[in-house]
């Protein structure tokens, strides 16, 4: 059947084409990687059943308000960064994670990370995860120390684990006398040296990294790559973002690629590659107005898709016993982790604190 899929998306004209390949649950789950390990010698780490992540497109003021007025009844445009991706990722997995640009990587480190909640979906992650992104998680007033010490205090760190520390990241960052300067003079390549150092000596079950090793000079990337060597040595998990085809043959054992906001591919480093290669190859040489209607049909797809046909995904993946289809048909209906009722408890709590300040400030002087 995946063989199917493959064939259809590749040829442009097939009907069939427009419609991304979706992985059931059957194809996205079991990896058993040959002369490696077995997966059913390692525990789950992450597992993502239909991860689902719709942003909303409107961006003029009336639209946000309305939207919290009523966010039942919002008109705002959506658009579906993720279309209800599965997987499981097992302890001590590097799992590479390509794809176009756009097409949903850094939503799902993200929503991996905490950074974003999930629109729908389950997602049960065992272990503290550190998110390590160039775009992402240093105060830019602050100096790099005072950046290491924010983050590691965040990390639940204490000030005398942070004492004995401090310097060894600082040295590792490579940054010299720039770690007592602001973050907001660095470039991206600096931003990069102290994020990465930060993480790594976090210590974190789950490392996350997007896109961070990208922008640093070649040997400090090499020292990056070889240092989370031994983190894929010491059995963490590891998932990794990156454009840079070298790093993730290098570097992974797994590969997802994801293709406008679907899991379009899920296995063994080497194979997924060699499937991407040759989708970019077949890209690269349709003309000009093809490849404007290929992205554009499938980014409409992005916009039309709906939790209907969410549910009919999830209703025809014989692979999901009962109970767990209908944990995700039901998230799926309320709208992820934001219930109904949460909506109702904040509403409540909000007039309430409301009242307070108004007694407070009309009434108790
Ligand atoms: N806050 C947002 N509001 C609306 N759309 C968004 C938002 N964030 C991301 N998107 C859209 O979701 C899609 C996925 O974006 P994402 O950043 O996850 O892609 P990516 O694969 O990481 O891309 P790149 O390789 O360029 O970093 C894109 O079409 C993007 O425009």
């Known amino acids: 059947m995946a063989e199917d899929n493959k064939k259809t998306v590749y040829t442009p004209d097939d009907p069939r084409g427009l419609n991304e390949p979706f992985l059931p649950v059957a194809i996205a789950k079991q990896i058993d990687l040959p002369g490696n390990k077995n997966v059913s010698d390692a525990p789950i780490k992450v597992t993502g059943r239909y991860i689902t992540k719709e942003y909303d497109m409107g961006t003029s003021r009336n639209e946000k308000i309305q939207a919290i007025l009523n966010p ?36 799902l480190l993200n929503i991996l990370s905490g950074a974003l909640v999930e629109t729908s979906g389950r997602l049960v992650i065992k272990g503290q995860t550190s998110l390590l992104s160039v775009w992402d998680g240093l105060r830019d007033n602050l100096t790099g120390l005072e950046n290491i010490r924010l983050k590691s205090l965040m990390m639940g760190l204490s000030n005398k684990e942070i004492d004995d520390q401090i310097n060894d990241i600082a040295e590792f960052s490579e940054l ?80 997802m690629w994801i293709q406008y906001g679907e899991l379009r591919a899920y296995g063994d480093t080497a ?69 109904l009722l949460n909506w109702l408890l904040a509403l409540a709590g909000t007039g309430i604190f409301a009242y307070a300040v108004y007694m407070y400030t009309y009434l108790g002087r």
């Open 176 to 255: 010299g006398k720039f770690i007592k300067q602001p973050v907001k003079n660095y470039s991206s390549g600096m931003r990069s040296k102290l994020g990465f150092s930060i993480a790594v000596h976090q210590d974190p079950d789950i490392m996350i990294i997007d896109e961070a090793l990208s922008v640093g000079d070649q040997t400090f990337t090499r020292k990056a790559l070889n240092k989370m060597k031994e983190f894929k040595a010491a059995g963490k998990t590891i998932f990794f973002v990156s454009h840079a085809l070298g790093q993730i043959e290098e570097f992974t054992d797994k590969t």
């Open 72 to 107: 039942l009844k919002s008109n705002k445009e959506k658009f579906w960064g993720l279309k209800g991706i599965s997987f499981d990722v097992f302890e001590g997995d590097v799992v590479g994670v390509i794809g176009v640009n756009g097409s949903g990587k850094s939503t």
């Open 271 to 339: 194979t997924i590659l060699q499937e991407y290669k040759d989708w970019t190859k077949w890209y690269n040489q349709l003309d000009d107005d093809v490849k404007k209607s290929y992205v554009s049909a499938r980014k409409q797809a992005q916009n039309d898709f709906n939790r209907t046909q969410l549910a009919e995904r999830i209703a025809e993946d014989g692979h999901l016993d009962n109970n767990e289809k209908k944990k995700i048909v039901r998230d799926n209906e309320i709208g992820g982790r934001l219930s």
